[in-house]
């Protein structure tokens, strides 16, 4: 049991002495090779994104001015839903359909459900105008006469 106990005690050593943190000590010149590769390679990544951003601005200039060029081109009604533009003279079928906001092959039932919806919210009587009201009935007029049944 001597014997056992004595291997105990020198198994209990082993794994001591095998757990014990590794001491590593760097040289001065060491770190500071490191240290100085770290930094240059900084540098150089800062150096290459100041290059790339200075060529995006300069590559960007004329591409804005080419972009607001075209935007400026392009009409303000492309971009809007509603019907740019006055009244026309005399009132085409064309506009009595945009007036009642439907087809202008549409048929007289439908002229006159438009014509309904829309009164109802333009009518001089409720705050609307008279002279809107009044192309309005004109554009029922016309689609009227002219739509099949």
Same mark, same amino acid.
């Given at each position: ?15 001591? +002495?095998?757990?014990?943190? *590794?001491? +590593? ?8 090779r490191?240290?100085?590769g ?8 800062? $150096? ?5 951003g ?17 935007v400026?081109k ?5 971009? +809007?839903?509603?019907? *740019?533009?006055?009244f ?25 459900? $438009?014509?309904?919806?829309?009164m109802?919210l ?28």
């Open positions: 049991m001597a014997n056992a106990g004595g291997m105990a005690a020198d198994g209990d050593m082993m794994r001591y +002495s095998e757990y014990s943190p *590794k001491t +590593s000590v760097r040289s001065d010149a060491e770190i500071d490191r240290l100085g770290t930094l240059i390679a900084v540098g150089l990544g800062v $150096a290459a994104a100041g290059f790339a200075r060529y995006a601005f300069q590559l960007w200039k004329p591409l804005g001015q080419v972009f607001s060029e075209t400026k392009m009409p303000s009604s492309a971009f +809007s839903s509603y019907y *740019k533009g006055g026309e003279q005399k009132m085409s079928r064309r506009e009595a359909s945009l007036v009642l906001g439907i087809s202008p092959t549409t048929t007289k039932t439908k002229v006159r459900e $438009a014509h309904r919806r829309i109802i333009n009518h001089p009587d409720k705050g609307g105008s008279p002279y809107l009201a009044a192309k309005i009935n004109e554009a029922k007029d016309i689609l009227d006469k002219e739509s099949r049944r």
